[in-house]
């Protein structure tokens, strides 16, 4: 059965940053699933948000990064690592335990960073969905910056062709949030798109990982993907086939089936 969304808003107090105000998506009650989306914002991870409070005993939290979908964005949170001390603040505020982080694209950088950061004692596992943020040679992450919505789409399904919309059919509204979301994450993820730090700094990560792969992103490839999960110790890598950079969206119920075999192994205990 669909869990029903509940808005809810959060001021924090960010140390480097000051106060944010962050709106969150809320469903159900039980292990606190906490869901960051990438560039393609918030909508894009929904419908894993929805499935995953259908399977009931879960607290999904779905964010909104500030600046995307038009919401105020202090100007000193200005990159990936200011947005994961974000949801330090966030989970010290709310207490919450043996969480599981799901990050898509910009969302799995910051479920890494999250896995190093001082609030990795309340994380019991991460799951990177086609994350970016480490450099990887010979792999660049695919320069988005000014190119057209069409060849986005190319580069980021295995089909795109059933979630193609006209941009102009689209009324002002989503057409400013759209405009918004790509300035934020052109903000947040810099030129690069990556820390050329972070693949370093992944091996001190000491929580269970899942890396999950759609095997057509000509975002981040999947060469890109197996970096990234070799990175991570004893990080468990799962390639989906006819995905591209969304496999929650293309593949969700194959990207759904890894996830809860993964978050099935973890430790069952009480959780707040």
Known sequence: MTQPSTPSSYRLSVPGVGPVDLSIDERGQGRAFLVLHGGAGPLSVAGLAGSLAAQGGTRVLTPTHPGFERTPRPDALSDAAGLASVYESLLDRLDLTR????????????????????????????????????????????????????????LSYHDPAPYRVDPASLPDERKAAIAANREAIALYGGPTMCDPELRGRL???????????????????????????????????EPIPRAGHFPQIERADATLAAITRFTGELDPGPVR
């Open 99 to 154: 969480v599981v982080v799901i990050g898509n694209s910009l969302g799995g950088w910051i479920a890494a960073q999250l896995a190093l950061g001082g609030a990795a004692h309340r994380i019991d596992g991460i799951v990177l969905l086609n994350a970016v943020g480490i450099a990887v040679e010979g792999h660049p992450i695919a320069e988005t910056a000014g190119v057209p919505v069409d060849q986005i789409m190319a």
């Open 203 to 237: 091996g001190a990560v000491k929580t269970p990982a899942l890396v999950v792969w759609g095997e057509s992103d000509r975002i981040a490839d999947l060469e890109y993907g197996r970096a990234f999960s070799a990175a991570i110790p004893g990080a468990r890598f």
